[in-house]
């Protein structure tokens, strides 16, 4: 019997994930059968998302199971293929356990053109990160030209390209992000008008009413906490929050506490909406179809931030949570 | 000159208004002009969102001035006209100063008939208290047939309208209110479904749960506060949360902090929306006839707390904030 180097869950992580929490082990590989597929992992996806799933609550997508293998968003190389559609050679991708090797249904992947662009970049701008930036953005952002989008986490996977499709779309845009270095990156990289670094910033509110001098009409919130809650000081009449991430509290232990909104949303007539990219299923192949038409118009550009060895898969989810990533944080096994 | 008694706002409350922040003064009665009409109060609605204008803060509708009188909907019937449109005896709704008799362009008011409904009803279930329900309810919450509405503040003028409009477009309707005398109200004569004190429960979102064992599709919230927080735990997946009102902060002093929306929104795909009437002015046609219409086919009460008397008002604006009305609080000069 073959196996492969997995990583399960060791235990659900109390606070900030450690390293403890996370076990390497060895599992078995199983045998082949009628609609599978044997893969070789060749990127794996960290994402914020993922520490919702260690807790043990309900949430849009099951918890983690403690001493089973993580699994995320992953592109494989197919080494031995049992189904008609998927032949030796091909790449897909889909949700798949951390593990070097394993076995899948080839039903729940999509094959990947590696000539068409980078296969990192079918977990990242023409993935689910691409994906939840250009939902997010239009069905719930609702962008009209000429408005202002403001974005936090914004040198994020997610928050980078809301950016660049922000601009295309003709909105002024302004971003939030926690260092100089990933604010410069805003403007001279993905073309945000303005930014500033919050970490270094006095007063939230008085910063975000300095960027944005004809307030925010559109907030595409990937942090929540604090920098949210200066948010609402200026948001427009009739303006909608995109609540897609809240990346500075998934680490609490107690429920986060803010200024309650309900005063805010009803003096400015404002919608607050969340989502998950699942939502909006039905319409992926047309948001893929945008975004690779834009990519290959040089209309949008990404940034990844790529560690080696299935070894490191743990160390660079933590890192998420120190900001150590620029763009899409992938580890290339 | 003739003069008349009017009620000026003394000073801006510091958290619960007292009767030390209204000031009786006499003003003169200015001469007609052309276009308008010199009217006589009957009737003055008094409303949790006055509160708001007494503060000195930008919101959707311009702060109250010291030392000015007080403006509200009232009914006011016509003593002279200076208009083409309105005739000596017409009775007008309007937003009006708090004034025994007063001066006004005619032209920001709507004639009202006395036959086809009692003069009250123009300030409740016709007026910004229907149209709040149903437009609030309707745009927002956008009800499906078989869904469950949570209502807070139900027993209110608002509330209960609300509660009454979702049984007639078929939800399953659960108001939460703060007597035992007013939840059994609910459902003896309005319709509710299920309804619970949320001065004696214990757990409130237990009680929550407990009440609408199928989750919360629509909660229409004007209250925010702790009970808005529990109702987080109990939303469905698509969920909207229509902001209407605050009461239970809006005589705070400080910025109120409660559990952070952003988390709950995210996992349950869930909107909150605020809004006021003035937002679908244009619509608000079509809303009096829908319920006049309803009203008329019997599928709609309301409950009206009257007090007496101009000196009065003041009292009955503070006791709203005790809870002593039941439905719309009115004063009956």
């Known amino acids: 019997m073959k196996t492969t180097k997995t990583i399960n869950l060791n235990n659900r992580p109390t606070g900030k994930p450690k390293l403890t929490d996370f076990e390497f082990s060895t599992s078995e590989i199983t045998e082949l059968q009628k609609g599978e597929v044997l893969l070789s992992t060749k990127y794996v996806s960290v994402d914020p998302y993922l520490r919702g ?25 197919v080494l031995e293929s049992n189904d008609s559609n998927l032949s030796k050679g091909d790449y897909v991708s889909g949700t798949l356990l951390w593990k070097e090797t394993q076995v899948a249904k080839a039903d729940g992947l999509m094959k990947v053109d590696p000539n068409k662009a980078p296969l990192s970049a079918y977990l990242g701008i023409l993935g689910m990160t691409g994906l939840t930036a250009y ?3 239009t069905e719930i952002g609702k962008p009209k030209k000429g408005e202002t989008l403001l974005v936090s986490g914004a040198a994020g996977a997610v928050g980078s390209v809301v950016g660049q499709i922000g601009k295309i779309l003709g909105l002024r845009v302004v971003g939030i992000a926690g260092t100089d270095e990933k604010v410069k990156m805003l403007k001279s990289e993905f073309g945000f008008d303005e930014g500033f670094n919050y970490k270094t910033t006095e007063n939230m509110s008085e910063s975000i009413a300095k960027a944005c ?7 595409f919130d990937n942090v929540g906490g604090e920098i949210s809650e200066a948010v609402l000081f200026n948001i427009n009449k009739f303006s909608r929050t995109i609540n897609c991430g809240a990346i500075s509290v998934y680490n609490n232990t107690e ?32 948001g893929v179809k945008q975004l690779t038409a834009w990519l290959n118009e040089d209309k949008l550009t ?3 931030t790529i560690r080696e060895g299935f070894e490191n898969i743990p160390q660079a989810f933590l890192d998420l949570f120190e900001g150590k990533n620029k763009g899409k944080m992938l580890v290339k096994l």
Do not use: C, N, W
């Not at 260690?54 to 494989?76: H, L, Q, V």
């Not at 986060?256 to 909406?273: G, R």
């Open 53 to 77: 799933r260690m807790r043990d609550t309900p949430s849009y997508i099951k918890p983690f199971e403690i001493g089973k293998p993580i699994e995320s968003g992953i592109i494989a190389e």
């Open 135 to 137: 939902f997010g953005l």
């Open 213 to 219: 001098p004809d307030g925010v009409d559109i907030y």
């Open 255 to 286: 429920l986060p506490k803010s200024i309650s909104v309900q005063s805010f949303l009803i003096k400015k007539s404002s919608l607050m909406q969340g989502f998950v990219i699942f939502d909006y299923v039905d319409k992926h192949p047309e």
């Open 302 to 304: 990404y940034t990844e």
